[in-house]
């Protein structure tokens, strides 16, 4: 098994950046696919982007390529989410997911560990 933990979260205004973060822990991170999901009350579960096991090949949700980067330091055991001209749309808490897919998929159903998440505020 794996923990992981998010951070990095916060109160923006509208056109700014954040870059969160996803420490794992307990089983070799290199070993799995990882992916970024987003939920906002009363929604489901959405996936934003995933990242291969050696960080060469990022696959894309949704209309998210651009404002959104997906990247891994296998060394340091962590995921990250660039996220840049952050839109009050943008809100939403933000979980970390790891999987034993041979690509990360786009359903909550191929990932078998999830962190707490970290909530992401834009104001306008």
């Known amino acids: 098994q794996v923990q992981l933990v998010e951070s990095g979260g916060g109160l923006v205004q509208a056109g700014g950046s954040l870059r969160l973060s996803c420490v794992a822990s307990?089983?070799?991170?290199?070993?799995?696919?990882m992916g970024w999901f987003s939920q906002t009350p009363g929604k489901e579960r959405e996936f934003v982007v995933g990242?291969?096991?050696?960080?060469?090949?990022?696959y894309y949700g949704d209309s998210v390529q651009g404002r959104f980067t997906i990247s891994r330091d296998n060394a340091k055991n962590t995921l990250y989410l660039q996220i840049d001209s952050l839109k009050p749309a943008d809100t939403a808490v933000y979980y970390c997911?790891?999987?034993?897919?041979?690509?990360?998929?786009?359903?909550?159903?191929?990932?078998?560990?999830w962190g707490q998440g970290t909530q992401v505020t834009v104001s306008l």
């Open positions: 307990g089983r070799t991170f290199s070993s799995y696919v």
């Open positions: 997911a790891a999987g034993n897919t041979l690509v990360p998929g786009r359903t909550e159903y191929q990932y078998a560990y």
């Open positions: 990242i291969d096991r050696s960080g060469s090949t990022t």
